[in-house]
């Protein structure tokens, strides 16, 4: 029997179609929730990516402003830039696309951005508070992670999760935030030993890697809820995920596919902050 597929392009459909009912909220109170993208450089995924968010944003009620920066423009003009979106009281959330050329630190950049305003969830006191069970913002894709467990009401505390993958975007913050719902937590990365005997155990297993096809079906366990949040373009031009889909979704429970899974979520949730932003700013007036 095959597993319940998530389609995370319905869920975020969903959210979306909430998230617009609160745009609407906001501008009967004479507020529209502003987020500001900073795309420094021409990196094509980039471009499309901020284009992506630009698109949904409008489409929800958010407006968005892009500043787009050359890529030889210096660290201190960029932060600059961020000091005065930080008091543009218009402007509720920001985000700063990565990767930053070379010449860039990143974790000043990010720390630039004041924290009230930080809808990606990667400044470094959000990324704190998330390791006490406090941040302010949920990083955006395993934020949509954990929306997609819920949507299908699968069981999560008391459950082993297992997360093959330890980036500060997906990894780390997945397992934090499964931790604090009361799942068992083993973090597996790449110089995990015969990685097999961890993710056969896992009930809830998430997979970040980059590689494409790595987790079979062979390495699953009977049942399992599988989130694939790797996506990777093979030669051919085609996507796929970090899990062999066609074999795992034959054994777990419940999989998610790529394209169309976690992906959709990610910007989701992106806009799910900058409402949320947006609405603590009115409340505070």
Same mark, same amino acid.
């Given at each position: 029997?095959?597993?319940?597929?998530?389609?995370?392009?319905?869920?975020?459909?969903?959210?979306?179609?909430?998230?617009?009912?609160?745009?609407?909220?906001?501008?009967?109170?004479?507020?529209?929730?502003?987020?500001?993208?900073? #795309?420094?450089?021409?990196?094509?995924?980039?471009?499309?990516? =901020?284009?992506?968010?630009?698109?949904?944003?409008? *489409?929800?009620?958010?407006?968005?402003? =892009? &500043?787009?920066?050359?890529?030889? !423009?210096?660290? *201190?003009?960029?932060?600059?830039?961020?000091?005065?979106?930080?008091?543009?009281? *218009? @402007?509720?959330?920001?985000?700063?696309? #990565?990767? #930053?050329?070379?010449?860039?630190?990143?974790?000043?950049? @990010?720390?630039?951005?004041?924290? *009230?305003?930080?809808?990606? /969830?990667?400044?470094?006191?959000?990324?704190? +508070?998330?390791?006490?069970?406090?941040?302010?913002? &949920?990083?955006? !894709?395993?934020?949509?992670?954990? %929306? %997609?467990?819920?949507?299908?009401?699968?069981?999560?505390?008391?459950?082993?999760?297992?997360?093959?993958?330890?980036?500060?975007?997906?990894?780390?913050?997945?397992?934090?935030?499964?931790?604090?719902? /009361?799942?068992?937590?083993? @973090?597996?990365?790449?110089?995990?030993?015969?990685?097999?005997?961890?993710?056969?155990?896992?009930?809830?297993?998430?997979?970040?890697?980059?590689?494409?096809?790595?987790?079979?079906?062979? $390495?699953?366990?009977?049942?399992? !809820?599988?989130?694939?949040?790797?996506?990777?373009?093979?030669?051919?031009?085609?996507?796929?995920?970090?899990?062999?889909?066609?074999?795992?979704?034959?054994? +777990?429970?419940?999989?998610?596919?790529?394209?169309? /899974?976690?992906?959709?979520?990610?910007?989701? %949730?992106? $806009?799910?902050?900058?409402?949320? +932003?947006?609405?603590?700013?009115?409340?505070?007036?």
């Amino acid at each position: 029997m095959s597993a319940d597929i998530i389609d995370g392009n319905a869920i975020a459909g969903k959210i979306r179609a909430e998230l617009k009912i609160r745009a609407e909220n906001l501008a009967q109170h004479g507020m529209q929730s502003g987020l500001a993208v900073i #795309l420094v450089g021409d990196d094509p995924a980039s471009c499309i990516y =901020v284009r992506n968010k630009a698109k949904a944003c409008r *489409e929800s009620g958010i407006r968005s402003e =892009v &500043y787009n920066f050359p890529g030889e !423009t210096s660290q *201190e003009t960029v932060l600059q830039h961020i000091h005065a979106l930080n008091a543009n009281p *218009e @402007i509720h959330g920001i985000l700063v696309q #990565l990767p #930053l050329p070379p010449h860039f630190e990143s974790h000043r950049v @990010i720390a630039a951005i004041a924290i *009230e305003k930080d809808v990606d /969830g990667f400044h470094p006191c959000n990324v704190g +508070a998330l390791a006490t069970g406090n941040a302010l913002f &949920y990083p955006c !894709t395993p934020y949509g992670v954990m %929306m %997609m467990l819920k949507e299908r009401d699968v069981l999560i505390e008391g459950q082993h999760a297992v997360v093959v993958g330890r980036s500060n975007i997906v990894g780390k913050p997945i397992s934090l935030m499964l931790l604090e719902r /009361g799942a068992t937590v083993t @973090i597996c990365t790449s110089k995990t030993r015969i990685l097999a005997e961890h993710t056969r155990n896992a009930d809830i297993l998430v997979v970040a890697t980059g590689k494409p096809r790595m987790i079979t079906a062979d $390495m699953v366990k009977s049942g399992a !809820t599988v989130i694939d949040v790797g996506i990777n373009r093979m030669d051919d031009g085609t996507l796929c995920g970090d899990v062999d889909f066609t074999s795992v979704k034959e054994k +777990a429970g419940h999989i998610t596919p790529v394209p169309g /899974g976690v992906g959709p979520m990610t910007i989701t %949730m992106l $806009m799910s902050n900058a409402i949320e +932003a947006a609405e603590r700013a009115r409340a505070a007036m």
